[in-house]
């Protein structure tokens, strides 16, 4: 009876891993990260599953609108956008990672906001 309790906050702390995944300046960590969580740990659990998803298709997200954006540096209009795009989806990151961990900690599901569902 006690392992229940244990395994839950296991759960809980691999999704907030997941969403904290974003938060690692590196290239391809914040999509590697919540990918390996899924794929190792989502099939035990159903929350784990839906959270690590969740960040995954965030992150698969935010790297197709920032390959959008690398592509308007090269259009001399798009440069200023893309110079705000940038930092608007950098600051969205952070935010909404730190969103996502906080509500995974309390056993909430939290979904990304202009999240596509890449991954179902």
């Not at 391809?28 to 599953?49: K, T």
């Not at 209009?77 to 935010?95: E, K, R, T, W, Y």
């Not at 056993?107 to 990304?112: A, E, K, L, V």
Request: aromatic letters at 12%; glycine letters at 4%.
């Amino acid at each position: 009876m006690m392992e229940r309790p244990m395994e839950e906050s296991k759960e809980k702390a691999l999704a907030v891993i997941s969403h904290l995944g974003g938060l690692i300046p590196c290239c391809f960590l914040p999509v590697i990260i919540p990918f390996v969580i899924w794929i190792s740990r989502g099939e035990d659990s159903p929350f784990v599953n839906r959270q690590a998803k969740e960040a995954l298709n965030f992150q698969l997200s935010l790297s197709i609108y920032f390959a959008c954006c690398w592509l308007l540096v090269f259009t001399i209009l798009g440069i200023p956008i893309a110079f705000i795009a940038f930092i608007v989806f950098i600051v969205m990151n952070f935010i909404c990672s730190i969103i996502g961990a906080v509500k995974t900690s309390q056993g909430s599901i939290y979904n990304y906001p202009m999240n596509l569902r890449l991954i179902k």
